[in-house]
């Protein structure tokens, strides 16, 4: 069995954080040849779900770069690997150190997502809040009404370039931890960072679902750093023209660039399909 796992932003989806027709009608392709596939992304479940429900994504699926394995045909999780206290304490106190708000994803009984924030300090946080609401559709709460016994898959922040450098300056004193950031909106200081467990990544989400699926080899794409511990253990790994420098260095071949359809004309050529 080969199994083709693709990253969302800025791989499979263009910019507009949208798949396109030419894509959807590949993976269309794939599915009738057979040729199994899934997603591994940094993105949550909720932030997913609706893009990928009309694509007949049947496969488990890897959310928040690795933290947990969703199985749409039982909705269960799977490979969980949540943040034990000591980094919690660790992550917050890097966040608050730097006068930005965190905010706190957690999974709960009967698989309920919820974001738990501490008082929102300006609009940019407040602008957060609102997309985890409407884009993500995440109930989003006040700090104080976390249950203790809720498991935090990560935690998140926003601020000036300053701010999240000085957390991640911390953050990198705690072996047990990774994070990711990147600009959070085109023309502004403005830059998120996300924190999770250092066993949560790509890389050993793969290495369960090759296990799970029976597959002997693995076909992976994608554009940015926290997709590098997938090429790692990929049979092939494929970059868009548009991906970071180091992640173009780790893959087998630069393709496409995600705006034009990089990775479906690829596939079209590698599995000989449509026109």
């Known amino acids: 069995m080969e199994l083709i796992v693709f990253d969302l932003d800025g791989t499979l989806l263009n910019r ?3 798949i396109s027709g030419y894509t959807r009608e590949t993976l269309a392709l794939l599915a009738k040849e057979g040729v199994a596939y899934t997603v591994a992304t940094g993105r949550t479940l909720h932030a997913s779900k609706a893009l990928l429900a009309p694509l007949d994504f049947r496969l488990p699926q890897v959310y928040k770069n690795g933290v947990m394995i969703w199985d749409p045909r039982s909705d269960e999780y799977s490979h969980q690997n949540y943040l034990g206290l ?3 304490e660790h992550i917050l106190k890097a966040i608050l150190a730097e006068h930005v708000s965190p905010f706190v994803f957690t999974l709960e009984s009967g698989n309920r997502h919820v974001v738990y924030h501490t008082p929102l300090q300006n609009e940019i946080e407040t602008r957060l809040a609102e997309q985890f609401q409407q884009a993500e559709n995440l109930a989003v709460l006040p700090a104080e009404s976390l249950p203790g016994d809720a498991e935090i898959t990560n935690i998140s922040a926003i601020g000036s370039s300053g701010a999240i450098r000085g957390i991640e300056k911390l953050i990198r004193t705690e072996p047990h ?3 990711y950031s990147g600009e ?3 023309g502004e200081d403005c830059y998120w960072i996300d924190i999770h467990h250092s066993d949560a990544n790509k890389g050993g989400a793969i290495e369960t679902l090759r296990a799970q699926l029976g597959a002997s ?5 994608g554009d940015n750093e926290n997709d590098l511990s997938m090429f790692s253990h990929a049979d092939e790994c494929y970059a868009p023209s548009n991906a970071t420098p180091q992640v173009k260095k780790a ?3 630069v ?3 995600h705006d034009e359809d990089g990775i479906a004309r690829f596939l ?3 599995f000989r399909i449509g026109s």
Request: charged share 15%.
């Open 184 to 186: 959070a909106w085109d």
């Open 217 to 221: 080899h693995v076909v992976c794409f």
């Open 16 to 18: 507009r954080g949208a």
């Open 255 to 257: 393709i496409g660039h």
């Open 177 to 179: 931890l990774v994070a």
């Open 251 to 253: 893959a087998t071949a």
């Open 268 to 270: 079209r050529q590698r």
């Open 86 to 88: 000591n980094q919690i």
